[in-house]
């Protein structure tokens, strides 16, 4: 089992975390001291691409416990996907037949949900898809999207959160011809690394402490320390002078302003949905949780950089004063992992002047509006999932909140009515970004996208088509993607209808 609250709660007040205190997120040290601590070989999780059967891509996953040793001496009990901690990176074509083989080997239900993906929805792996302890559910579906970083992770309803940052997340890449023939760097592992992003905090014992205040639940969990893909103070060695990095939110409640410390250019080639029609050059980027990037980075021997959150943007910040401070408290900048370039060497990878032009939609063809109002009561309200819904209501398995006759598209207006900012995301579809409080959005969130920062009193339009798939019963979500915020009820459910 997964550790109750009430051990939780008996370790809130054992506070830090002896000797690695100075170097949590709670302050920044010195560039140059940092670096020494940042020395753990970035882990890389195993590819899994299954295997073929009568014309289907079969992968085998299953869901279980494991112990990881983040910090050398202090194990953590966590939960994984055919390992300790997280999943393997699944990796599939454009056009396959997937067929993904899910066991659920802890003592609780869990679920798998394919984020991002265009699928049935019974096999979306929502709240309803549960998979019960030593029972296996099987997601099969063909892969129609184009070459993308996707991801997966648990979606059980009131335990998303906790289950989540025990670990039940991984990658899922889509390949296809048109991204293999530009060249890039594309060498898994070698010029082309993943990078899950977690924040987590630990008790005295290193064991997870999640949830243990009324703060986590509101503001959503924030951890005290970086991991990347599994791996605390994480060090990469550099191969290749143009390297690729696929960035994936995987927190559950924290936001990243990205940069490098020596604020080096780089270019962002793919957004949530696959590619952008061209790289767009940047120094820094936000993404909030759920969300994904792919960056490409140019190296020089003998460079030793910091990956760092820096400060959020301070935009529509019009919230009442409490939490303005609350925020701010969360949001100093710290270092998230090291770039080691010391042997870096030419590589086969090119940045190309164009890449992909991702699908888009014409106003004029959208056939409805939606409206959809993000709503959080402070105070007495948030205890107990009371203040977190969607157009007043809290998420009820139940009760269908919306009809989207398939095929047609659609403008969804999200409109956040609360303090701060929440990341919208909707399944079986990738949407475009028509504007934030009526202006475009920048280049880099133009490309298709599932999961859309809305920030304090924003109201941001985004346009869609709700293709393939039609089931009178079964129906998908849309939720933010602050996992307390989820599983307090700020998710609500569509059905796509023939
Ligand atoms: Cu990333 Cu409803 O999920
Ligand atoms: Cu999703
Ligand atoms: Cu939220």
Redesign the pocket.
């Known amino acids: 089992m997964f550790a109750s609250r009430r051990r939780f709660l008996k370790a809130a007040g054992a506070g830090g975390f002896g000797l690695l205190t100075p170097l949590s997120l709670a302050g920044i040290v010195a560039a140059d001291e940092s670096a020494s601590w940042f020395k753990n070989p970035l882990r890389l999780p195993p590819v899994q691409d299954g295997q073929i059967h009568d014309d289907e891509r079969v992968i085998d996953l299953s869901l279980g416990y494991g112990t990881s040793e983040f910090f050398g001496d202090r194990p953590t009990p966590t939960a994984g996907i055919n390992g300790a901690y997280l999943g393997p990176v699944i990796r599939v074509r454009q056009g396959d037949k997937v067929k993904l083989k899910v066991t659920n080997r802890l003592s609780e239900p869990s679920t798998l ?1 394919w ?1 991002g993906l265009n699928l049935p929805a019974i096999m979306d792996g ?1 709240p309803h898809q549960v998979i019960h302890p030593g029972k296996t559910w099987t997601s099969a579906f063909k892969i129609r999207q184009g070459a993308s970083t996707q991801w997966y ?1 648990s ?1 059980m309803y009131h335990r998303t959160g906790i289950q989540v940052y025990y670990g039940l997340a991984g990658l899922f890449y889509i390949d296809d011809p048109r991204s293999d023939a530009l060249n890039l760097p594309s060498e898994y592992g070698v010029d082309d690394i993943p990078l899950v992003l977690q924040d987590r905090s630990f008790n005295e014992d290193g064991s997870f402490r999640y949830a243990s205040s009324m703060h986590d639940r509101m503001m959503g969990m924030m951890g005290q320390f970086m991991l990347v893909n599994g791996t605390a103070f994480a060090r990469l060695q550099v191969q290749k002078k143009l390297t690729r990095l696929r960035l994936l939110n995987g927190s559950n409640a924290r936001i990243y302003n990205l940069e490098f410390a020596d604020r080096r250019e780089f270019q962002q080639i793919a957004t949530d949905g696959g590619l952008l029609q061209q790289p767009v050059s940047m120094r820094s980027i936000v993404l909030s949780p ?1 969300e994904r990037a792919e960056i490409l980075i140019e190296f020089s021997a003998g460079d030793d950089v910091m990956l760092r959150h820096k400060s959020l943007p301070r935009r529509n910040s019009s919230g009442p004063p409490m939490m303005g401070n609350m925020m701010a408290a969360n949001d100093r900048p710290f270092d998230i992992m090291r770039f080691d370039a010391a042997q870096v060497k030419p590589g086969p990878g090119r940045l190309p002047a164009t890449l992909v032009a991702p699908r888009d939609w014409a106003v004029a063809d959208a056939v409805r509006r939606r409206q959809f109002t993000l709503n959080m009561r402070m105070g007495m309200g948030m205890m107990r999932g009371g203040g977190f819904g969607i157009n007043g209501r809290p998420m009820d398995m139940k009760r269908i909140d919306a009809r989207v006759p398939l095929g047609d598209i659609e403008i969804w207006e999200i409109f956040n009515a609360s303090p701060m900012a929440h990341p919208f ?1 909707i ?1 079986d579809t990738q949407f475009r970004i028509l504007d934030r409080d009526g202006r475009p959005p920048h280049a880099g969130e133009q490309g298709l996208k599932d999961t859309v920062l809305v920030y304090s009193r924003e109201k941001v339009r985004i346009i869609t088509q709700f293709e393939n798939y039609a089931d009178a019963s079964a129906p998908y ?1 849309f ?1 933010c ?1 602050i996992l307390e915020h989820e599983d307090a009820g700020m998710m609500g459910q569509f059905l796509v209808v023939a």
């Open positions: 949900h984020h929502g992770h979606h759920g995301h399944h979500m939720h993607h």
